[in-house]
């Protein structure tokens, strides 16, 4: 997968046969520890293979922990292209222009935020516009990109 293309998800080829491994391995590990303390019948032998059992599961955790970080990371990312994206058509007094009463703002259904049509978050999507008041019913807020 590519980082850079729009519409994918934020983690490579790479990362998913990294987190398939550490949970792989952490569950392999677990297995182990399983079938080594099912072979005691006294608490006391089955405490190391216990110990063994909660190393696979942290290793698992650590290897999704890991992927998930990455996926942030990337997200992180794009989500400053995009603040870039607006800084560069925002006006020179730092704030978009004031909205005209009567605009029209889009949004899609189940989206917590309404946009304006020419917001980068909304731009392609082709959601219908209407009024202010309908998405407010809808009790969705305003963008805080666009700032509608």
């Known amino acids: 997968m590519n980082r850079s293309a729009p519409g994918r998800a934020p983690w490579s080829n790479g ?3 990294r987190l398939a491994a550490g949970v792989m391995a952490g569950a392999v590990v677990c297995g182990v520890a399983w079938i080594g303390a099912s072979g005691h019948a006294e608490l006391s032998d089955q405490t190391g293979w216990v110990a063994v059992g909660v190393a696979g599961f942290l290793l ?3 290897g999704q922990a890991q ?3 990455r996926g942030r990371r990337a997200v992180n990312t794009q989500a400053a292209r995009v603040m870039t994206g607006v800084a560069a058509v925002t006006p020179a007094g730092g704030r978009p222009a004031p909205a005209v009463a009567a605009e029209r703002l889009v949004a899609a259904e189940g989206l917590r935020h309404f946009h304006r049509p020419d917001c980068p978050i909304a731009a392609g999507h082709g959601w219908v516009p209407v009024s202010r ?4 019913a809808a009790r969705r807020t305003a963008c805080g990109i666009c700032r509608p």
């Open 67 to 69: 992927w998930l970080l």
């Open 15 to 17: 990362d998913v046969v």
């Open 60 to 62: 698992a955790v650590a």
């Open 133 to 136: 008041s309908a998405h407010e």
